[in-house]
């Protein structure tokens, strides 16, 4: 089955800094590839995706980029500010419009430091 | 935008009595829903996939007598912990799928058990 890694599991920046989490991938069929953040005590919030025809996408300060080859995505945060301090996922799937699971990586703590 | 609710968000019950958490797709038609376990500082583990009128599909470990789950319909899956222990406290989160939507997640139970 998939496995995915990310790293790291925790990190720092000043804020205005960008911070750059990567995951990897297992299973060459996925083409799902989401980001969630995830607030204390709350659930994942979908923050950007994307699907295997592209290999980069952004949305202000958030992109994300993809390696099918090397099977591995990137989620980049720049300008950062102190309400991006937060638990971040990646996520894989197979299957976006079909019913097969998302697999999680093992979350990144990022805080912003003022 | 994809709305699911997830009921109640806190829950603190007796050991050896069941716990029911509901999951309601509120602008959508959800033909697939998750539920996931989340302990502290933990990654979202996959419980179960359950398709509406059939029966869920339980992750390996996951027991399905404990954990049941009912998908009558298409906006509204819910997740009973029977026989509820301490060990079984943790964060319960589902997420929806459906038609061309992503994977929409609710908010989280956390379940407390004493």
């Known amino acids: 089955g998939e496995n995915v890694e990310q790293h790291p599991s925790t990190l720092s920046v000043q804020e205005g800094d960008s911070a750059v989490i990567k995951c990897t991938y297992s299973d060459s069929a996925s083409n799902y590839f989401p980001w969630y953040k995830q607030e204390l005590g709350k659930g994942p919030q979908l923050i950007i995706d994307?699907?295997?025809?592209?290999g980069e996408k952004k949305d202000q300060r958030i992109a994300v980029t993809l390696n099918k080859t090397a099977k591995h995505f990137s989620l980049h945060i720049t300008e950062t500010q102190p309400e991006d301090s937060a638990v971040y996922f990646c996520?894989?799937?197979?299957?976006?419009?079909?019913?097969?699971?998302?697999?999680f990586g093992q979350g990144t703590r990022l805080t912003i430091n003022p | 935008g994809a709305v699911v609710s997830q009921h109640p968000s806190r829950v603190i019950c007796k050991s050896g009595t069941s716990v029911k958490i509901e999951c309601r797709s509120l602008?959508?038609?959800?033909?697939?829903m998750f539920w996931y376990r989340q302990f502290p500082k933990q990654s979202l583990m996959l419980m179960a996939t359950s398709n509406e009128g059939s029966k869920a599909t339980y992750e390996q470990g996951v027991e399905k007598d404990k954990f049941l789950i009912n998908h009558a319909s298409l906006t509204l899956s819910t997740l009973t912990v029977t026989s509820a222990h301490p060990e079984d406290s943790s964060f319960y989160i589902c997420s929806a799928k459906g038609g061309r939507r992503g994977y929409t997640f609710g908010s989280g139970t956390r379940l407390t058990v004493v």
């Open positions: 996520a894989a799937s197979p299957d976006y419009q079909g019913a097969q699971k998302l697999v």
């Open positions: 994307i699907r295997s025809n592209v």
């Open positions: 602008d959508f038609q959800a033909t697939t």
